[in-house]
């Protein structure tokens, strides 16, 4: 069956930087778009970034030259590059892919203090 694991999250000051990973199975993960989105408390599910087979990447306004998504074919993982960190990019952060259905990871909190 398909799993989505992350890892990665934790907590940094105003600044810092986290990697977020996204280990993938039971998809053809070369041929799949990945995508993070997180999620703050009382907010609504909001997408982060994105990249496709080809290696064509997306962002969200709000991340635009701080964040770098990147995929590894080889690992069948995906990756989140958090630079720059700000307390308003604490979110709890999911990795999300389709295959037929939607697929979602467990999530992994990144908190951020000021």
Known sequence: QVQLVESGGGLVQAGGSL??????SGIVFSLKTM???????????????????????NYAD???GRFTIS???????????????????TAV?????????????????VTVSS
């Not at 009382?42 to 290696?55: E, F, M, S």
């Not at 952060?93 to 909190?109: E, I, L, V």
């Open 19 to 24: 990697r977020l990973s996204c280990a993938a």
């Open 35 to 57: 995508y993070w989105y997180r999620q703050a408390p009382g907010n609504q599910r909001d997408l982060v970034a994105r990249i496709t087979p080809d290696n064509s990447s």
């Open 62 to 64: 709000s991340v635009k």
């Open 71 to 89: 995929r590894d074919n080889a690992r069948r993982t995906a990756y989140l590059q958090m630079n720059s960190l700000k307390p308003e990019d």
């Open 93 to 109: 952060y999911y990795c999300y892919t389709w295959q037929g259905r939607d697929y979602w990871g467990q999530g992994t909190q």
